[in-house]
Structure formats: structure tokens, C-alpha cells
């Protein structure tokens, strides 16, 4: 089985442009997650979307937005870039999500440039 | 808001060796997470460790969630256990990552 994967892997844009980052869960997985890490840091929690609904929400700016289509894949965007947006970006599944004890598994990211 | 936070930040140990990683959390949870993230980025959940002791193969981890900690053991490092360790926690519908402990295996 395919595990989760996200396009694109790596990402250049220049400031105040927008960007559109996707993720394909697990099959059967209903749940995809989204993560800022930035270099030396670890990841920070964006959202939570569990059956194309808004589970949970982190400590970040209205610029970023995310939804979940109905076969469960996930797009996150980034509006009005700022170079403090440069991250690698992590998409993670889980069969029900917000809970500790369902494991999520983690794409390989996209890493983001803002430049 | 919860803290999480790991000691050491940085280790580096021979081929063989064994260590002790640990996290500290400032409030009472049940839902204690280690996760490994290797040097090309690929996070892995390592255990999900609420309480107790759990082990698998070479590695081990304890909470003792009263005292408000975690610690994760590796036993006979190998070069492919370098990277970085997290320990995470749940709160509120949110995900917490400690900042982490990087590991440097030498053969």
C-alpha cells in the first residue's frame, strides 16, 4: 500500500504570492493533519481535518487555510507569503484522528522556500 | 499552555552505545508520544506511551505521568538511529512537539 504522499517535494515562490501544498492520505485513513517545521525546530501543529471538517486548529494567521475533498486528500494554502513561511511543511494520516493513540503517519513533505 | 521540553538537545554517541533521552511536561497528561525524524526528514511514530514501560527491539520507553516525564532508551546505537527524537503531547484537539533531541551515531 501506498503510504501518504505530498506534492509538490520542494517549492520556490517570492513574497506576498500564494501557495497550494496537497497531501493523499493513507487508504481508509480518514483524517489528515498538517505541520510547520521549521530548521532546528520541531514541528508545529496548523490543522486537523477529520471527514472534511475542521477538527482542530493551531496558533497560526488567518493566511492559512486548509480543506479536505471527499476522498480524504488535503490541500493546504498559504496566502500572502512572508519569508518566515519557509519551512518544511508535513502532512500527516490517521484512520480517525485526534486522538493519541491512533498513529499518524507522516508524508516526506514539501519544503517551502519563500524568498 | 503546555510545555514540553527535552534534554539534551544534542548527543553524540559511538556505534554500540547506549542513551537516555528524556522529556519533561509541564501539566498532567495521558497521551504521551515519541516520534523519530531521520536525517532526510521522514517522521516515524516510535510509541504511543501514556504510562508504563513499552519496548520494541532495541529501543524502550517509560512515562511516569505523576512526575510529569518520559524517557526513551536506545540500546546498542546503530548509525541508523541518528536524527531527530521528539517527544509530543495532546491537548485541546492540538499536537505538541518538544523541540527535540538530535542524535549523532559514529561508526
Known amino acids: 500500500d501506498a503510504g501518504v504522499t505530498q506534492s509538490p517535494t520542494h517549492l520556490i515562490k517570492t513574497r506576498g504570492q500564494q501557495v497550494t501544498l496537497r497531501c493523499s492520505p493513507i487508504?481508509?485513513?480518514?483524517?489528515v493533519s498538517w505541520y510547520q517545521q521549521v530548521l532546528g525546530q520541531g514541528p508545529q501543529f496548523i490543522f486537523q481535518?477529520?471527514?472534511?471538517?475542521?477538527?482542530g486548529r493551531g496558533n497560526f494567521p488567518d493566511r492559512f487555510s486548509a480543506r479536505q475533498f471527499p476522498n480524504y486528500s488535503s490541500e493546504l494554502n498559504v496566502n500572502a507569503l512572508l519569508l518566515g513561511d519557509s519551512a518544511l511543511y508535513l502532512c500527516?494520516?490517521?484512520?480517525?484522528?485526534?486522538?493519541?493513540?491512533?498513529?499518524?503517519?507522516f508524508g516526506p513533505g514539501t519544503r517551502l522556500t519563500v524568498l | 499552555g503546555i510545555q514540553v521540553e527535552q534534554s539534551p538537545p544534542d548527543l553524540i554517541l559511538q556505534e554500540g552505545a547506549n542513551s537516555t533521552l528524556r522529556c519533561n511536561f509541564s501539566d498532567s497528561v495521558n497521551n504521551l508520544q515519541w516520534f523519530h525524524q531521520n536525517p532526510w526528514g521522514q517522521l516515524i511514530n516510535l510509541f504511543y506511551?501514556?504510562?508504563g514501560t513499552k519496548q520494541n527491539g532495541r529501543l524502550s520507553a517509560t512515562t511516569v505521568a505523576t512526575e510529569r516525564y518520559s524517557l526513551l532508551y536506545i540500546s546498542s546505537s546503530q548509525t541508523t538511529d541518528s536524527g531527530v527524537y521528539f517527544c509530543a503531547l495532546w491537548r485541546d484537539d492540538k499536537i505538541i512537539f518538544g523541540k527535540g533531541t538530535r542524535l549523532h551515531i559514529l561508526p
Open positions: 500527516a494520516s490517521s484512520l480517525v484522528g485526534g486522538r493519541a493513540a491512533d498513529t499518524q503517519y
Open positions: 506511551i501514556p504510562s
Open positions: 481535518y477529520y471527514e472534511k471538517e475542521e477538527r
Open positions: 487508504s481508509g485513513h480518514k483524517s
